[in-house]
């Protein structure tokens, strides 16, 4: 079976696991979509490595602070002005 963002998503889910998921909404790339885990890892493509590396930090940090509401912040994009991404903190239910 071939991972994909929404694959993993429902694994994470199914397993319990917190996730962040990453979506750019305006900007280059857009609809462009990253999974971050607490543990920093990562499964996806914002469209840019140093946007999926500064999208993944920011989602780490959040994460220790206990974030649970989505939220829209603004990076900067090489050779472009800024994309938004929103970042949305799932708590998935073990069965």
């Known amino acids: 079976m071939t991972e994909t963002v ?4 429902a694994a ?3 397993e ?3 996730v962040a998921l990453a ?3 305006a900007g ?3 609809g462009s979509r990253l999974l971050v885990w607490p543990a920093g890892h990562t499964f996806g493509d914002l469209g ?3 946007l999926n590396q500064r999208v993944a930090l920011y989602a ?3 994460f220790d602070r206990g974030a649970g509401a989505p939220l ?22 073990a069965r």
């Open 72 to 93: 829209i912040k603004r990076f900067a994009v090489p050779g472009a002005a800024e994309a938004e991404v929103r970042i949305d903190f799932l708590s998935g239910t």
């Open 23 to 25: 979506t750019v909404v």
């Open 60 to 62: 780490e940090q959040m």
């Open 6 to 9: 929404d694959s993993l998503l």
């Open 48 to 50: 840019w490595p140093r």
């Open 28 to 30: 280059p790339g857009t």
């Open 16 to 18: 319990g696991e917190t």
């Open 12 to 14: 994470s889910a199914a």
